[in-house]
């Protein structure tokens, strides 16, 4: 894993995600997935760029399809978002830096 970013399974999720106070960013990948391959540059940026102000995790969709199916991960890459254990809001697909920094933003002023 990339410098910020943390591996998170279905066994760590409850510890690293849910009972986490402040916003987690998470990303759903897997590793045949061509999208998720595109984003993850963006993904290890955002991770230094917030370093300290938001929790960055990864997790394998095909090692943890128990929590996949529960947050009803029907295409990937999916970015999903927490602020203090509850999910906040999510993007599917590979989208621009932009758009991850503008969620994120207005999840720490909120």
């Known amino acids: 894993m990339a410098e910020g970013i943390i591996e998170v399974t279905s066994a760590t999720w409850e510890n690293e995600v849910i009972q986490n106070k402040g916003v987690v960013m998470v990303d759903f990948w897997a590793v045949w997935c061509g999208p998720c391959r595109m ?3 963006t993904v290890e940026e955002l991770a230094k760029e917030y370093a300290g102000k938001i929790k960055v995790a990864k997790l394998n ?3 943890n399809p128990d929590t996949a199916s529960r947050y009803k991960i029907m295409g990937i890459p999916t ?3 927490f602020k203090d254990g509850q999910k906040a809001d999510q993007i599917v ?7 991850l920094k503008s969620k994120i933003d207005s999840l720490l002023s909120s």
């Open 79 to 81: 970015i999903m978002f």
């Open 93 to 99: 697909g590979a989208v621009p830096k932009s758009q």
């Open 61 to 63: 969709t095909d090692e």
């Open 39 to 41: 984003i993850a540059p």
